[in-house]
C-alpha cells in the first residue's frame, strides 16, 4: 500500500512537471480524471507563456530534465521510437544531454578510493575537484596520472543504482496503469520500451564495459589515421571507475572555431560519414550517442570521439540488406526493395510482394523527391518501421537505435554544409561494399578470417573471463 501511495505521488509530480512545461500533449491519450486536468491546466495557464517558443519536443525535454536522471535516460531511449512519437519529436529528444548539478568531491574521494584499493594521491599525481561535466549517471573529472598522462575520470554518481531500480519499478507500474485504461494502447508494446530502458542503463552502470566499448571501437579504427578513441587506462578502471586518455579538440558542430582553425568542414563531414559507415556496414558496431558533444576534432585532423556508454551493434545479414534496401530507395527502385524485404524474411509472405512496392513508393517518394540537401534516410526508416503493422512486417529492434543515429547524423552533416547530404557521400561506399559481399569468394575469405581471429584471440579472452570472475567473487565476498 505504501508503494502504491508512492507511485500515485510520482505520478502527479509527473503531470505537474508536464504541466509547467506545457507538455501535457505527451500523455493526451491516456484518459485523465477531470481533477488531475483541472490541476494542469491552472499549472499551464501561468506557466505555459514562458515556454511558448520551444518546440512540443523541447518542451517535452525540459520536463524530464526537471523530473531527474531516470527520466532524462528514460527520454534518451524513447528518442530510437521515431516509429511511435514521430521523426520531429524523436529528433528533439535525440538532443536531450542530461546536464545535472554535480555530487560532492568527498564522494568522488571516496568511490575512487573503494574501487581502485588506494588513496587517490598514490592513484593521481593532480585531480581537478571541480567536475568538467556532470549528467545523470556519472560525472568527469579532468587529472594527472602518477606517470603525468592527462586524463578524464568517469566516477559513478552514489547510489544511482538504487535510484534507477525504484524508478524502473515505477515505469513498469505506470505501463500496467496506461494500458488497464487504455487496453488498446498495449499494442505499443510499451513494457519493451521500458524493458530495453532498463536493460540499456544496465550496462552503461558497469564502467567496465565502457570501457570494453571503446576498446572494441579503437581496436576496429586501429589501421585508419581519420578516427581516434582515447586509450583505456585499465589499472585505474572498474565497475564504478573510469579513467581513459585526455581528449583535446574542437566541437565538431563549430563550423565558425573550424574555419578559424583553418580546417574544411566538408572534409571534416566527408571523415564522419565515411566512420558511420565503417562502424554500421564493415563493422556492425557503432557509436550510439553521437551528438556533438561526444565528437571533437583534435589537434591531427581526426575525429576524436568520447563516452561509450550507449553502442548499437548489427548482425551481417542486417547490415547487407539494410545496403540493398538503401540503395533501393536511393535508386527509386521500389520493386527491388519490396523483393529484398521478402527475401530477408522481413514481411510475411502472405503479404503482396506489388502491394508492398506499392507502399514503399509511398513511404519513399515525398523525402526522395526532395532537393538532395533534404533527404534523410532517417526519416525514411522511420516511416518504413511504422509501416510494419500494416504488412506484418518482423520487428528489427537493432533498426531503433540505427535510426537515431542516423538521425543525429544528419543534423550534424546539415549544420558543417547544408548542400551536403550524408547519404550522396555514402552511396558509393555502400555499392562497393555490397558488390565486395556478395563475391563468394570474399564471403569464404571472410569466414576464414573470421575463425582464424577467434582462435588467435581465444587464450586472451579466456584470461579475461577468469580475471573478471575473479574480480566478481572478490566484490561478494
Given at each position: 500500500?505504501?508503494?502504491?501511495?508512492?507511485?500515485?505521488?510520482?505520478?502527479?509530480?509527473?503531470?505537474?512537471?508536464?504541466?509547467?512545461?506545457?507538455?501535457?500533449?505527451?500523455?493526451?491519450?491516456?484518459?485523465?480524471?477531470?481533477?488531475?486536468?483541472?490541476?494542469?491546466?491552472?499549472?499551464?495557464?501561468?506557466?505555459?507563456?514562458?515556454?511558448?517558443?520551444?518546440?512540443?519536443?523541447?518542451?517535452?525535454?525540459?520536463?524530464?530534465?526537471?523530473?531527474?536522471?531516470?527520466?532524462?535516460?528514460?527520454?534518451?531511449?524513447?528518442?530510437?521510437?521515431?516509429?511511435?512519437?514521430?521523426?520531429?519529436?524523436?529528433?528533439?529528444?535525440?538532443?536531450?544531454?542530461?546536464?545535472?548539478?554535480?555530487?560532492?568531491?568527498?564522494?568522488?574521494?571516496?568511490?575512487?578510493?573503494?574501487?581502485?584499493?588506494?588513496?587517490?594521491?598514490?592513484?593521481?599525481?593532480?585531480?581537478?575537484e571541480k567536475p568538467s561535466a556532470?549528467?545523470?549517471?556519472?560525472?568527469?573529472?579532468?587529472?594527472?596520472?602518477?606517470?603525468?598522462?592527462?586524463?578524464?575520470?568517469?566516477?559513478?554518481?552514489?547510489?544511482?543504482?538504487?535510484?534507477?531500480?525504484?524508478?524502473?519499478?515505477?515505469?513498469?507500474?505506470?505501463?500496467?496503469?496506461?494500458?488497464?485504461?487504455?487496453?488498446?494502447?498495449?499494442?505499443?508494446?510499451?513494457?519493451?520500451?521500458?524493458?530495453?530502458?532498463?536493460?540499456?542503463?544496465?550496462?552503461?552502470?558497469?564502467?567496465?564495459?565502457?570501457?570494453?566499448?571503446?576498446?572494441?571501437?579503437?581496436?576496429?579504427?586501429?589501421?585508419?589515421?581519420?578516427?581516434?578513441?582515447?586509450?583505456?587506462?585499465?589499472?585505474?578502471?572498474?565497475?564504478?571507475?573510469?579513467?581513459?586518455?585526455?581528449?583535446?579538440?574542437?566541437?565538431?558542430?563549430?563550423?565558425?572555431?573550424?574555419?578559424?582553425?583553418?580546417?574544411?568542414?566538408?572534409?571534416?563531414?566527408?571523415?564522419?560519414?565515411?566512420?558511420?559507415?565503417?562502424?554500421?556496414?564493415?563493422?556492425?558496431?557503432?557509436?550510439?550517442?553521437?551528438?556533438?558533444?561526444?565528437?571533437?576534432?583534435?589537434?591531427?585532423?581526426?575525429?576524436?570521439?568520447?563516452?561509450?556508454?550507449?553502442?548499437?551493434?548489427?548482425?551481417?545479414?542486417?547490415?547487407?540488406?539494410?545496403?540493398?534496401?538503401?540503395?533501393?530507395?536511393?535508386?527509386?527502385?521500389?520493386t527491388r526493395v519490396a523483393k529484398?524485404?521478402?527475401?530477408?524474411?522481413?514481411?510475411?509472405?502472405?503479404?503482396?510482394?506489388?502491394?508492398?512496392?506499392?507502399?514503399?513508393?509511398?513511404?519513399?517518394?515525398?523525402?526522395?523527391?526532395?532537393?538532395?540537401?533534404?533527404?534523410?534516410?532517417?526519416?525514411?526508416?522511420?516511416?518504413?518501421?511504422?509501416?510494419?503493422?500494416?504488412?506484418?512486417?518482423?520487428?528489427?529492434?537493432?533498426?531503433?537505435?540505427?535510426?537515431?543515429?542516423?538521425?543525429?547524423?544528419?543534423?550534424?552533416?546539415?549544420?558543417?554544409?547544408?548542400?551536403?547530404?550524408?547519404?550522396?557521400?555514402?552511396?558509393?561506399?555502400?555499392?562497393?561494399?555490397?558488390?565486395?559481399?556478395?563475391?563468394?569468394r570474399k564471403k569464404i575469405e571472410?569466414?576464414?578470417?573470421?575463425?582464424?581471429?577467434?582462435?588467435?584471440?581465444?587464450?586472451?579472452?579466456?584470461?579475461?573471463?577468469?580475471?573478471?570472475?575473479?574480480?566478481?567473487?572478490?566484490?561478494?565476498?
Amino acid at each position: 500500500m505504501y508503494k502504491e501511495i508512492q507511485n500515485i505521488f510520482k505520478l502527479f509530480r509527473i503531470i505537474n512537471a508536464l504541466a509547467v512545461f506545457d507538455a501535457i500533449f505527451s500523455i493526451k491519450n491516456i484518459k485523465l480524471s477531470p481533477i488531475v486536468l483541472l490541476y494542469a491546466k491552472i499549472i499551464i495557464f501561468f506557466s505555459s507563456k514562458k515556454h511558448s517558443h520551444l518546440t512540443p519536443g523541447e518542451r517535452l525535454c525540459r520536463s524530464l530534465i526537471k523530473l531527474g536522471p531516470s527520466f532524462i535516460k528514460l527520454g534518451q531511449s524513447l528518442a530510437t521510437r521515431s516509429d511511435l512519437i514521430g521523426d520531429k519529436m524523436a529528433y528533439d529528444l535525440s538532443q536531450l544531454q542530461d546536464k545535472l548539478l554535480p555530487f560532492d568531491f568527498r564522494q568522488v574521494k571516496k568511490t575512487i578510493e573503494n574501487e581502485l584499493k588506494m588513496p587517490i594521491k598514490k592513484i593521481f599525481k593532480d585531480f581537478q575537484e571541480k567536475p568538467s561535466a556532470a549528467a545523470s549517471i556519472a560525472q568527469v573529472h579532468f587529472a594527472k596520472t602518477t606517470q603525468g598522462k592527462k586524463v578524464a575520470v568517469k566516477i559513478l554518481r552514489p547510489k544511482i543504482e538504487d535510484a534507477f531500480e525504484v524508478d524502473i519499478k515505477f515505469f513498469y507500474w505506470l505501463v500496467n496503469l496506461i494500458e488497464t485504461i487504455k487496453p488498446n494502447i498495449r499494442k505499443l508494446n510499451l513494457k519493451q520500451i521500458v524493458e530495453t530502458f532498463a536493460q540499456t542503463v544496465k550496462i552503461e552502470m558497469d564502467l567496465r564495459l565502457e570501457a570494453a566499448a571503446a576498446a572494441e571501437l579503437k581496436e576496429n579504427f586501429s589501421d585508419h589515421d581519420y578516427f581516434y578513441v582515447p586509450e583505456i587506462d585499465w589499472e585505474r578502471t572498474s565497475k564504478r571507475v573510469l579513467t581513459l586518455e585526455r581528449i583535446n579538440g574542437i566541437k565538431i558542430n563549430n563550423r565558425k572555431a573550424l574555419l578559424k582553425a583553418n580546417k574544411n568542414p566538408d572534409e571534416v563531414l566527408k571523415k564522419c560519414t565515411t566512420a558511420l559507415f565503417k562502424q554500421i556496414f564493415e563493422d556492425g558496431f557503432f557509436h550510439a550517442d553521437v551528438h556533438p558533444g561526444n565528437q571533437f576534432l583534435d589537434k591531427k585532423g581526426r575525429i576524436a570521439v568520447i563516452d561509450f556508454g550507449i553502442m548499437g551493434r548489427v548482425d551481417f545479414k542486417t547490415r547487407n540488406f539494410l545496403a540493398e534496401i538503401l540503395l533501393g530507395f536511393l535508386n527509386g527502385d521500389y520493386t527491388r526493395v519490396a523483393k529484398i524485404h521478402f527475401r530477408a524474411g522481413y514481411v510475411s509472405k502472405k503479404q503482396s510482394e506489388e502491394l508492398f512496392a506499392q507502399a514503399c513508393r509511398a513511404v519513399g517518394e515525398p523525402i526522395l523527391k526532395k532537393p538532395a540537401s533534404e533527404i534523410s534516410i532517417a526519416q525514411l526508416i522511420s516511416r518504413l518501421l511504422k509501416m510494419a503493422g500494416d504488412f506484418e512486417m518482423e520487428t528489427q529492434p537493432q533498426l531503433f537505435l540505427l535510426q537515431k543515429t542516423m538521425l543525429v547524423s544528419e543534423g550534424l552533416g546539415r549544420e558543417l554544409n547544408p548542400k551536403i547530404n550524408i547519404w550522396e557521400l555514402t552511396r558509393p561506399l555502400m555499392e562497393e561494399w555490397l558488390q565486395k559481399n556478395k563475391n563468394p569468394r570474399k564471403k569464404i575469405e571472410k569466414t576464414v578470417n573470421d575463425i582464424k581471429f577467434a582462435l588467435d584471440h581465444f587464450p586472451e579472452l579466456i584470461e579475461k573471463l577468469e580475471a573478471l570472475t575473479s574480480q566478481l567473487k572478490k566484490e561478494h565476498s
